[in-house]
């Protein structure tokens, strides 16, 4: 059986803004390092990478990733690279990843998701930084086991319809 397919309105600028800075604020909570919260930011700036390439790009990943690093008072650019590196990664599957279903989505993103965590674990390492240990990395898991939660949430303004009509097939 296959699962019906919706045709989405466009996006609106806004919102999209809106859910980076949403990210943006759940990533600024006082948590820590603590082992399991995943970075909100890369799991939206992935989502978007994948469903609007042409509106949120690597330029904006980069931007995204200073911020993120101006933040966590890392190393200059690491989260820059990490994003940089997530958003190419998303723009170049982004046609093949929009055929699954949500699930199978999630495998096919959890590995771009585990790549973001690991480029600020192993320039940390390469800086001299005390090993943080292997919980550091399911961060990425995480994440993706949010995949789905994060696209049906962001997904829900472009599938109602801009006018109702209940004669209307689509």
Known sequence: MSRPQYILLPVNPSFIAFSIAAAFVLNFLPWGRTVGIPDFVALVLLFWNIHQPRKVGMGIAFVLGILMDVHDASLFGEH???????????????????????????????????????????????????????????????????????????????????????TRPI
Request: glycine share 6%; net charge neutral; proline share 8%.
């Open 80 to 166: 820059a690279l990490a994003y940089t590196l997530l958003s190419y990664g998303a723009i170049s599957l982004h046609r093949r990843v929009l055929w699954f279903s949500l699930p199978v989505q999630a495998l096919h993103v959890m590995p771009l998701l585990v790549l973001a965590q690991l480029v600020p674990f192993v320039i940390r390492l390469l800086a001299g930084a005390a090993f943080p240990g292997w919980g550091y990395l399911v961060d990425g898991f995480v994440e993706a086991i949010l995949w789905p939660v994060a696209s049906l949430l962001l997904l829900a303004p472009q599938k109602r319809a801009a006018d109702p009509d209940d």
